[in-house]
């Protein structure tokens, strides 16, 4: 194999391949990118076996072939190259050379073949979303994903059609996120799904780049992003999204209406005291003023008052601070309305009716 392209488009292209490859792996063939010559330029590929990526550059190719490199070793290598410079590729009895100007290296390579392919077998829904859009659901939902590795099906993001929209949700059990989009054109009759975290993350990195559409087409067990000269396939995971609808609130009658700069910016200052492990913070409501305290035994007092349009009765509740300020940066107007009903509750928080996202948070006891 032997192959010439500018070190820019090979960086940009490293970048999106090689953040897939885990630090630490114990099959020494994933630490590897493909490294792909043929009539279509250089096709580079990463995989950890739950997700890859596969994007095709421009180079000169004057011998078609392909080899294997360790991936975080190789994106160093060209990161470091000078601006500008050209990179020779060449690959061959086990080694990869990489040239430029007077830079040279020999890397250790692994045989192609070795390499392994997510096989995405038949993938009947296929469907265009605008980059946008994807971008707006993934930023508004992906802060509320568990962790929580117990509870894997509430490790990423979960999607579904009803008779008129895309709705995707994800909750962790303390906090929800859901944003509605308008039904794309060919998702009739699409599972329900479960993107999983990692591939959520890739892919926003991906959608930075991209400006029109990105073509999607999904089974009930793997789906697949068009971006592009990039490709992303992951697996789902494999198991049932609870009922979430159950959790959102349909009576709570107390609206409290705030500029939700300014309620996270209170949040902020006095979450500064409250303990690592609870961060919990008391707001008491009442007649158009929040007042925001926090009591730490170890660090003292903070309280701070924040104007606001509210018109019922008197309430005090407690909230996670972080919860709370993970959704108020989501919201992008100059009003956040609260949706109450008492201090044991769950709260929905959103920017008005018809805003196509909307929060609920579990009150803490304080």
């Known amino acids: 194999m032997k192959a010439t392209l500018e070190r820019a488009v090979l960086l940009k292209s490293l970048g999106h391949v090689q953040s897939v490859v885990e630090r630490r792996n114990t099959i020494p ?3 590897n990118v493909l490294l792909e010559a043929g009539a279509n330029g250089l096709r580079l590929m990463a995989t950890d076996l739950d997700l890859q990526v596969d994007e095709t550059v421009a180079a000169d190719v004057s011998q078609e072939g392909a080899t294997t490199v360790p991936a975080h070793t190789f994106f160093d290598i060209v990161r470091k190259l000078p601006e500008g410079a050209q990179v020779e590729l060449t690959a061959a009895d086990g080694k990869m050379q990489v040239v430029a100007g007077r830079a ?11 390499f392994p392919v997510i096989a995405e077998g038949e993938l009947p829904t296929r469907f265009e979303l605008p980059a946008a859009t994807l971008r707006q659901i993934i930023d508004k939902t992906r802060f509320a994903i568990s962790n929580e590795e117990t509870r894997y099906y509430l490790m990423g993001i979960f999607f579904h059609v009803t008779e008129d929209a895309m709705k995707a949700a994800a909750t962790d059990g303390h906090r929800l996120a859901r944003v509605t989009v308008e039904k794309p054109e060919g998702s009739d009759g699409m599972p329900d799904i479960i993107v999983p975290k990692k591939c959520v993350g890739e892919l926003r990195k991906l959608l930075d780049e991209v400006e ?9 067990s793997k789906i697949r992003f068009g971006l592009g000269a990039a490709v992303l396939t992951s697996k789902l995971i494999d198991g049932k999204f609870p009922d979430y ?11 409290l209406k705030l500029d939700p700069k300014s309620f996270m910016a209170g949040v ?21 003023t929040v007042t925001l305290s926090v009591t730490s035994p170890e660090n ?12 019922s009765d008197g309430l005090e509740i407690g909230f996670n601070a972080r919860y709370l300020m993970d959704i108020l940066h989501e919201i992008e107007g ?17 920017e008005k009716d018809d805003s196509p996202a909307l929060y609920v948070l579990m009150p803490m006891r304080v």
């Open 104 to 114: 040279r290296f020999n890397l250790q390579t692994l045989p192609r073949d070795d």
């Open 334 to 350: 100059d009003t956040v309305e609260v949706h109450l009903a008492d201090a044991a509750a769950p709260t929905l928080l959103r």
């Open 268 to 288: 902020d200052r006095v979450a500064t005291i409250a303990s690592e492990k609870t961060r919990a913070v008391k707001m008491a409501v009442s007649n158009d």
């Open 29 to 31: 063939i994933l630490s």
């Open 212 to 220: 029109g559409t990105v073509e999607v087409s999904l089974s009930d």
């Open 245 to 255: 609808n159950r959790v959102i609130p349909t009576a709570n009658d107390k609206l």
């Open 300 to 311: 003292g007092v903070a309280v701070e008052e924040i104007p606001a349009d509210y018109k």
